[in-house]
Nanobody, 125 residues
Framework: QVQLAESGGGSVQSGGSLTLSCTASGYTNSRYCMAWFRQAPGSEREGVAGIDKDGKITYANSVKGRFTISRDKNTLNLQMNTLKSEDTATYHC?????????????????????WGKGTLVTISS
């Protein structure tokens, strides 16, 4: 069993920066891929960024050039810069067991096996 815990959420002004972290515990595996997803009230969940077991990174078009995902052992980070009001959402980290399917590269929520509780990010204008 793997447990994921996010931290770093909060409120920030438009144009500002914020860093989210996710720590994995339990029976972790370095070959798991990991990703960030977000969901605003009344909106569908969307993938933000993912990193596979080999370090290949994928970003949603809406965050390219502004967000940076990184991974070091059992810690996943998301550096968010030039934040916009539309970035307001609850951010969840997730992980998928090794598979022939590249769930994290595809930012595919249904392929994730483990989820954190989420951390709220609020951007004010």
């Amino acid at each position: 069993q793997v447990q994921l815990a996010e931290s770093g959420g909060g409120s920030v002004q438009s144009g500002g920066s914020l860093t989210l972290s996710c720590t994995a515990s339990g029976y972790t595996n370095s070959r798991y891929c990991m990703a960030w997803f977000r969901q605003a009230p009344g909106s569908e969940r969307e993938g933000v960024a993912g990193i596979d077991k080999d370090g290949k990174i994928t970003y949603a078009n809406s965050v390219k050039g502004r967000f940076t995902i990184s991974r070091d052992k059992n810690t996943l980070n998301l550096q968010m810069n030039t934040l916009k009001s539309e970035d307001t959402a609850t951010y969840h980290c997730a992980a998928a067991r090794e598979s022939i399917y590249d769930w994290c590269s595809g930012l595919t929520a249904y392929g994730m096996d483990y989820w954190g509780k989420g951390t709220l990010v609020t951007i004010s204008s």
